[in-house]
């Protein structure tokens, strides 16, 4: 292959074909073509609006059977649903070539760092990774992409009659992460440090954080409220044990009162990546 032949277009989404071709000469067999979608069958992302991919959104795909010309960065336009590439990315040989892909490109597929500010948006908090061993002669290779996060949703219904209605101002949100980096051991996602807090995304009247799969202990503080312009914030504890499973999307709906957060069970739901149930979580401020 010589240095002007590249891998030009790809074209990625549900059932949509990423094809390489050559600026000059015709299209090279041992460019790699690929098919990708969002696992599981309920195609969503963690961006508000619930696009597949957002514009300006980057991939990375690694063929793990070569040394060279292994690598492609695709970059997602949304105007013309397509996903293009000025990087080489090519078969190793007739048999099983090995790939891994992954979002955010600039992370890894082994390990992420989470965003501890999501204040501005926090679609690159969406760590995805996928695995697929296709050879040359089936001309493409499938790619199902797994959300390996948790997202949690806080959405403000009503504050109680202790507060004015000209004293109540929610100004940020912060939502704890079990662990601020996770890592993949045997296919599960597992805290790699400490805990933190991440700054939420306010949109919409609700605030939502991507954080780590884990265990909020009994007790343990996993949101801060900042009201009013204080600068201490409503600490919100767990009731009891809550545990947040990877490729899940939590909401709660609270009602703010002065002495506690007011959760009823019926008010927390599962949405966006499964439809499953949540029971007997419940939020209390005790501080």
Same mark, same amino acid.
């Given at each position: 292959?010589?240095?002007?032949?590249?891998?030009?277009?790809?074209?990625?989404?549900?059932?949509?074909?990423?094809?390489?071709?050559?600026?000059?000469?015709?299209?090279?067999?041992?460019?790699?073509?690929?098919?990708?979608?969002?696992?599981?069958? *309920?195609?969503? +992302?963690?961006?508000?609006?619930?696009?597949?991919?957002? !514009?300006?959104?980057?991939?990375?795909?690694?063929?793990?059977?070569?040394?060279?010309?292994?690598?492609?960065? %695709?970059? =997602?336009?949304?105007?013309?649903?397509?996903?293009?590439?000025?990087?080489?990315?090519?078969?190793?040989?007739?048999?099983?070539?090995?790939?891994?892909?992954?979002?955010?490109?600039?992370?890894? %597929?082994?390990?992420?760092?989470?965003?501890?500010?999501?204040?501005?948006? =926090? &679609?690159?908090?969406?760590?995805?990774?996928?695995?697929?061993?296709?050879?040359?002669? /089936?001309?493409?290779?499938?790619?199902?992409?797994?959300?390996?996060?948790?997202?949690?949703?806080?959405?403000?219904?009503?504050?109680?009659?202790?507060?004015?209605?000209?004293?109540?101002?929610? !100004?940020?949100?912060?939502?704890?992460?079990?662990?601020?980096?996770? $890592?993949?051991?045997?296919?599960?996602?597992?805290?790699? &440090?400490?805990?933190?807090? #991440?700054?939420? %995304?306010? =949109?919409?009247?609700?605030?939502?954080?991507?954080? $780590?799969?884990?265990?909020?202990?009994?007790?343990?503080?996993? #949101?801060?409220?900042?009201?009013?312009?204080?600068?201490?914030?409503? @600490?919100?504890?767990?009731?009891?044990?809550?545990?947040?499973? &990877?490729?899940?999307?939590?909401? %709660?709906?609270?009602?703010?009162? +002065?002495? @506690?957060?007011? *959760?009823?069970?019926?008010?927390?739901?599962?949405?966006?990546?499964?439809?499953?149930?949540?029971? /007997?979580?419940? *939020?209390?401020?005790?501080?």
């Amino acid at each position: 292959m010589r240095a002007y032949n590249k891998c030009l277009t790809a074209v990625l989404a549900l059932c949509c074909l990423v094809s390489c071709q050559e600026e000059i000469r015709p299209q090279d067999e041992r460019c790699v073509k690929i098919n990708a979608a969002i696992s599981p069958t *309920l195609i969503t +992302r963690v961006s508000d609006d619930g696009a597949l991919f957002l !514009n300006g959104d980057v991939i990375r795909v690694e063929n793990q059977d070569r040394l060279t010309e292994n690598i492609a960065d %695709y970059t =997602y336009a949304s105007s013309a649903n397509t996903w293009s590439t000025s990087d080489n990315l090519f078969w190793e040989g007739k048999q099983n070539n090995e790939f891994q892909a992954w979002y955010p490109a600039e992370s890894s %597929y082994s390990e992420f760092d989470i965003p501890l500010d999501q204040s501005q948006g =926090y &679609s690159s908090a969406d760590w995805m990774t996928a695995h697929a061993i296709a050879k040359q002669s /089936d001309g493409i290779v499938n790619f199902a992409f797994a959300h390996h996060l948790s997202k949690v949703t806080v959405n403000v219904v009503g504050w109680g009659s202790e507060y004015a209605e000209d004293n109540r101002t929610l !100004n940020s949100v912060h939502i704890a992460t079990v662990s601020e980096t996770v $890592a993949k051991s045997d296919e599960e996602i597992i805290g790699a &440090s400490a805990p933190g807090m #991440v700054n939420a %995304y306010s =949109y919409n009247n609700t605030f939502s954080a991507v954080v $780590a799969p884990g265990k909020y202990e009994a007790d343990s503080e996993i #949101v801060h409220l900042y009201i009013n312009g204080s600068s201490e914030p409503l @600490v919100v504890k767990a009731k009891a044990d809550i545990n947040l499973l &990877s490729g899940k999307a939590y909401k %709660y709906n609270v009602t703010i009162g +002065r002495d @506690v957060i007011i *959760l009823d069970d019926s008010d927390v739901t599962v949405t966006d990546w499964i439809d499953e149930e949540l029971l /007997d979580q419940e *939020l209390t401020d005790i501080s």
